[in-house]
DNA sequence: TTGAAAGCGCTAACAT
DNA sequence: ATGTTAGCGCTTTCAA
């Protein structure tokens, strides 16, 4: 019985215990050049019964190849965000590539700080939420050299490829669908955050769209922390009890919506025909309410897909492909809460 | 104006733009070692000015030394992870360690894989969601020489150190507190997944308790996939239809617990005379709900918390510290839905 | 307080 | 098909 040695494996030892030279030892375990099928097995074996796990670290230093790609999004307190890194994963899965998230809370100090961080790692490629960053952060990522997708918004300059949807667009979208359906006394509940730049679009595409025939909010209420669900009761309580006379409530986002929904149907409203509602982002969680609430698919899956395809691609062949404007299109699902007519 | 390199930058570049030696420009860039203000100030502005990043690749080689903590879970999907992840992050901020997720989809071949990938960057600790891995998954973690914990799960025998809840425990106390309140037809609602062993395990304290006391489930409906809430709604319908006379349903997880208690509300059952319900995590969405469904807290972001520290701890001491073993006391909250007497 | 030399564990490029 | 040599960019160690 031989005694474990106290240090980390390296290539010498599996080397020595094969017969065999460090550098055709190499190639096996890459799979890399010419090695007769005799070696290959005598090495195999040797790395397995040792237990060696190659030392990438070295590896990726040597080769100046490292198959990483920087995630890095604002939470993954919501459930936005998760089935985003789904979509990565699924993608990078075959490719050899690896994801690694860095999460920033929507702080743009922060996002500096993970971005620097995980640069120093020299990721093959950046996958980033939003179009919003530091002077700082904009300028590592175009020294970087690598691919950078900024993902989930497509309303505003990329710095280099960019797969998203219009936010303004989704408000703007979602402003005709109410107002077409007849509702005109709306009241709009979102979060209290300015760095959340995409809701603040969708915002200014709703308001735009309403103010250009000539509706005006008629009251609006924002919250912050806690759990969204009860948010969007209290919220929709307060604003109810506030202007009673409100004909539509839009939330910027599902979960707030599903609070709000349950509320309005303990209180006895009809739904959609005294009140009407919307949400964002097409959540799964809809489908289990007692009623479906409408809102508009932010095509979060998708995005994840296109986004890790496009590194994927510039990774295997960095000469072609330029930046790709990938512009999604997030439909409105109508749901039971949207349709007076 | 000078033009920008084709190639990232390097301590060399640094080193030639501020007229220091490479060695004097790595400590200052570390905080290592005494370095006049004079120069550190020279050096700090040539790398700034220059958009010098790191390498640290090369500088964890040459220090081996590495930052990262490989953190191991099995899903994103629902929203039990994320909350580990953000104690994780939030003990990790301030130790320079950098934690990097890997997702298992619940396969141990996935894992093994997961865990090869992860440990190939030699990081200074891993967290691990289980007592459960292949053998060799646990070889790899005992050969690594690194401070591995396992969270979530105190049901068995660690490698190394462990912080979790007992799940058997948990489901015998629940079934202590179904049977106390005069409830004697329980249905039990779960997931189809061999490879959950917290909620198999939760499963079989419940069952084990149950039977000590002469009651036996009374029928049962397992599901995979698809939007937890409304898989909850589905299966209590199901399974009242099948066996009418339930008077408790123990749901495996909060999310199928809240669809089955839309579901029956809307139903019109008495709530908790008629029947009573219970589900598991202590999620924060429950707090939005119609009425507050009882549930046990799995200490999630403690957990997370723990694991962090314990790893911080170990990898600023690596001489002291044994294996701890943690195991947090998940309190059942009774809600509204399991208060029959 | 600063610098020079050696080498971390691997792989590219060139032999053989 | 296999081996040899020379680094990758940094930090450690030792010297000045």
Known sequence: MTIPPRRPLTLRDVSEASGV?????????????????ATRAKVRAAAKKLGYVPNRIAGSLASSRVNLVAVIIPSLGNMVFPEVLSGISETLAGTGLQPVFGVTDYL???EERVLFEMLSWRPSGVIIAGLEHTEASRAMLMRAEIPVVEIMDSDGAPIDACVGISHRRAGREMAEAILREGYRRIGFLGTKMPADHRARKRF?????????????IADQEFYSGGSALKKGREMTEALLSRTPDLDFLYFSNDMIGAGGLLWLLEQGFDIPGQIGLAGFNGVELLDGLPRQLATMDACRREIGREAARIIAARCANPAEGGAERVELT?????GDTLRRR
């Open 108 to 110: 743009p100090e922060t």
């Open 330 to 334: 997030p439909l409105i699902a109508r």
């Open 21 to 37: 030279s460090e550098m055709t030892v190499s190639r096996v375990l890459r799979n890399k050049g010419d090695v007769s099928e």
């Open 204 to 216: 200014e595409g709703f308001t735009r769209h309403l103010a250009r025939a000539g509706v005006e």
